[in-house]
Structure formats: structure tokens, C-alpha cells
């Protein structure tokens, strides 16, 4: 089966830019989506189909997916930012769902 | 408002059944694919099944494959998840979401419940 990998933690001082990694073998020929979940809360959909944003989601929050990586960038961070966020793919090979471990960002 | 609301969550034996349902309301159901999913403390998200709109094209995660079942009545408006052979290892906060209608790649996940605990603990 399909497998994502995700750094365990990133953290970004206030202002300054996070980026999260997601690899998996030829990603970039995927569609990618991220998370964010907060403590407690159920995840909310923040980048679909690699940059992609649904409504209400801030520009701040941006994507990019090629080759054997996908990147969650987060620029100008904010406090309320910090989270575990996670990158998923849809593995058409078994119509599985799949999921990468999860990245907490710390906010400084 | 768009919402999804679990139930049926509790504490249950090993080898025990739960039958987890979920509400739908703000939308029709029946024009969205759906999926179960499930996070055990601490841990990170794990799909666990999906269902087509009409409910006649269903996919498992290995995991639960053969243990749980994925069901839909969309005149009601709801999702079902039956969990049968329980293991300590489903102890999970057990989620039901909505597949985005525009996602062109398709399975994403939009809209999410709150989520409903499962304890499985002799």
C-alpha cells in the first residue's frame, strides 16, 4: 500500500514561514489534501488537489506537490496556527484512502 | 448549516459489536460519497471505509476488513459504520466525513463530524 511520510515537527517564530513535507513514491502524479487539527477538534480540510483552498481558508496557507514530495507551505504564522496537520492522497491502485503520520508545527 | 453528527460510540468488551451512526444535516446526503475514519489516542488519522452515493461500491481498510461494515440509508439522511470481533486496538475517536464534490482529484475530505469514542477493554 501506498505510504506518506511527514516530519514529526516543524516549528516557525511569529511572521516567519513554515513548510511541511509529505513524500511518497511519484506524489507529485497524485492529487494531495491537508489538514489541520487542533486539540480536541476534528480536522478541517485547509489545501486540496495540491493548492487548492476551500472557502474561508486564508492565503496564508498554500501548496505545492511535484516529483516525490508535496509541501504544505504556512507564511506569516500566526499563533492560532499551530496544530498537527496531515497530507492524504487517494492510492487509485486500491481505492484507498491514505494518510501521512502528521507534522505538529510549534509556533515560537 | 452543513453538519455531521456521530453516535453510538462507548465501552465494549473484546470480541463485542458497536454500530456507529452518522447524522447528516445542511445537505443531501445522497450526492456525496462518504467515509468512516478513526484516530486512537495520541495517534494519527486512519481511514476505515468508503461508500458510494448509491451505496453499491464499498472499499475497506485491511485493517477492518471482514470485521466492519459501511451502510448508508439516504432517506434518512445517515451513515452507518457496524463493528463486529472488536479489538483493544479500535480504541479510537471514530470520525464520518463528507468526500468534496470539488475535488478533482477526488477524496478529499470537507466536511467532518465531531466524532464518537469507542473503548474496546476487557
Known amino acids: 500500500s501506498y505510504v506518506l511520510t511527514q516530519p514529526p515537527s516543524v516549528s516557525a517564530a511569529p511572521g516567519k514561514t513554515a513548510r511541511i513535507t509529505c513524500g511518497g513514491d511519484n506524489i507529485g502524479s497524485k492529487s494531495v489534501h491537508w489538514y489541520q487539527q487542533k486539540p480536541g477538534q476534528a480536522p478541517v480540510l485547509v489545501v486540496y488537489d495540491d493548492s487548492d483552498r476551500p472557502s474561508g481558508i486564508p492565503e496564508r496557507f498554500s501548496g505545492s506537490n511535484s516529483g516525490d514530495t508535496a509541501t504544505l507551505t504556512i507564511s506569516s504564522v500566526e499563533a492560532g496556527d499551530e496544530a498537527d496537520y496531515y497530507c492524504?492522497?487517494?492510492?487509485?491502485?486500491?481505492?484507498?484512502?491514505?494518510f501521512g503520520g502528521g507534522t505538529k508545527v510549534t509556533v515560537l | 448549516e452543513v453538519q455531521l453528527v456521530e453516535t453510538g460510540g462507548g465501552m465494549e468488551q473484546p470480541g463485542g459489536s458497536l454500530r456507529l451512526t452518522c447524522a447528516a444535516s445542511?445537505?443531501?446526503?445522497?450526492?456525496?460519497?462518504m467515509s468512516w475514519l478513526r484516530q486512537s489516542p495520541g495517534k494519527g488519522l486512519e481511514w476505515l471505509a468508503y461508500?458510494?452515493?448509491?451505496?453499491?461500491?464499498?472499499y475497506y481498510a485491511d485493517s477492518v476488513k471482514g470485521r466492519f461494515t459501511i451502510s448508508r440509508d439516504n432517506a434518512k439522511n445517515s451513515l452507518y459504520l457496524q463493528m463486529s470481533g472488536l479489538r483493544a486496538e479500535d480504541t479510537a475517536i471514530y470520525y464520518c466525513a463528507r468526500e468534496s464534490s470539488s475535488s478533482l482529484g477526488g477524496a478529499a475530505f470537507d466536511v467532518w463530524g465531531r466524532g464518537t469514542m469507542v473503548s474496546v477493554s476487557s
Open positions: 492524504q492522497v487517494w492510492d487509485r491502485s486500491d481505492e484507498h484512502r491514505v
Open positions: 445542511g445537505f443531501i446526503l445522497s450526492v456525496y460519497e
Open positions: 461508500i458510494s452515493t448509491a451505496g453499491n461500491t464499498i
